[in-house]
């Protein structure tokens, strides 16, 4: 849907779920075009896609190859997330398209809950508060949880900068800390795994904190949870695509792991069925930066980037496959 559309002024898509901070976060010389969504944007007049040179996206809405072709002059994408790999950054950058992303901003945010969702997988939290609110303590003990930070070994899968703020925490409760990751981490002592299967022998809890896309779909697979072993724990703050979800399913039901805690899913809004039924997991809807003051944060970011490319400044976070250098 058309806004304040004007010739002189320089055109915005806005693509995604609606953001106030966002909408509201543009001056003047700024004409914005909302839509929420592919289904929304097939309302787009060409005249105005003609137009379109810059793009806010709020969500996780996709921006690939396509959709990024139907804007002739575009220069900047804007997306709302550390992670981007629903935009795709190899078509922009052979197409002298800058693309920015929001990281930093949410990493200690991201690495509360990554902790949090770990200690509530473990000790029980979920099902422990069901029993305090039915009244059951009254009456009877709730049982001891099988599972303990005390006596575990994790292995984080990507140590960036969301892996090294969850591995701080680790370390402050004592747990030791390996990583797996294609290449060291600069500045990071914990032992590196060049190999995920050998680390994955050697520890009995996974973090999973890597981007999405081709290079890390499905690398958490039948095999892998084997190697994990019986006690083993998969915490996933990633992408719902670098874990194999029917091999976790199938690992959670006969006890080739012992439990999982997932904020993020292959089909997201979705949650199988067979997942959501099982008494080994903790299940979040994606929330791991979503509190007012990061999410506030993270839209800002999307705004000032926009912003200071219209300004004739760099872009201040742009991601590593753009061919702009950052501030
Ligand atoms: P980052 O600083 O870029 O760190 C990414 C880490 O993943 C690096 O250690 C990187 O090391 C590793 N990695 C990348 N590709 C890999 C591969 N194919 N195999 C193994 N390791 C790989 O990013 P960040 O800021 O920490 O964010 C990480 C990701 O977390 C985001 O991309 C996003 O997917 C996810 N995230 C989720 C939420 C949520 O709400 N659940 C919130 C924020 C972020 P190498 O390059 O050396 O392999
Ligand atoms: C957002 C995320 O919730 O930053 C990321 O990579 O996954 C989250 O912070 C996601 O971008 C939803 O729009």
Redesign the pocket.
């Known amino acids: 849907m058309a806004a304040n559309a004007s010739q002189d002024k320089i055109d915005l898509l806005i693509y995604g779920p609606a953001k106030p901070v966002i909408e509201g976060g543009f001056p003047d010389k700024f004409a914005l075009h909302k839509f929420a969504n592919q289904h929304d944007l097939g309302r787009l007049a060409p005249d105005v896609a003609a137009r379109i040179r810059g793009m806010a996206v709020t969500?996780?809405v996709a921006a690939d190859a396509a959709m990024l072709a139907r804007f002739p002059k575009l220069e900047i994408v804007s997306t709302?997330?550390?992670?981007y790999d629903h935009v795709d950054a190899k078509y922009a950058a052979a197409h002298g398209i800058v693309v920015t992303n929001?990281p930093d901003v949410?990493t200690e945010e991201?690495a509360d809950v990554a902790l949090g969702l770990l200690i509530a997988t473990a000790r029980d939290f979920i099902k422990a508060e069901a029993f305090a609110r039915a009244g059951k303590w009254a009456t009877q003990g709730f049982p001891l949880s099988r599972a303990s930070l005390r006596d575990r070994k994790v292995g984080m899968v990507g140590m960036g900068r969301i892996g090294q703020a969850i591995a701080r925490r680790l370390e402050a409760s004592l747990v030791p800390v390996v990583y797996h990751s294609r290449n060291p981490a600069k500045g990071v002592s914990y032992q590196h795994y060049p190999s995920l299967m050998e680390m994955a022998k050697d520890v009995d809890t996974l973090i999973l904190i890597t981007p999405g896309g081709p290079s890390t779909a499905k690398i958490i697979n039948a095999e892998v949870l084997k190697a994990l072993g019986p006690r083993g724990i998969v915490i996933n703050v990633a992408r719902g695509s670098v874990v194999d979800e029917p091999a976790l399913i199938a690992a959670l039901k006969d006890g080739t792991i012992q439990a999982a805690g997932l904020d993020v899913f292959a089909n997201e809004p979705h949650i199988p069925e067979e997942l959501r039924a099982l008494p080994n997991v903790v299940l979040l809807p994606?929330i791991?930066?979503?509190s007012v003051t990061t999410r506030t944060a993270?839209d800002q970011l999307v705004v000032d980037n926009i912003k200071a490319w219209f300004d004739g400044k760099p872009p201040l976070t742009p991601v590593a496959e753009t061919p702009v250098k950052g501030r």
Not at 80 to 83: D, L
């Open positions: 969500g996780l709302f997330g550390v992670g929001t949410l991201v994606h791991a930066s979503a993270m």
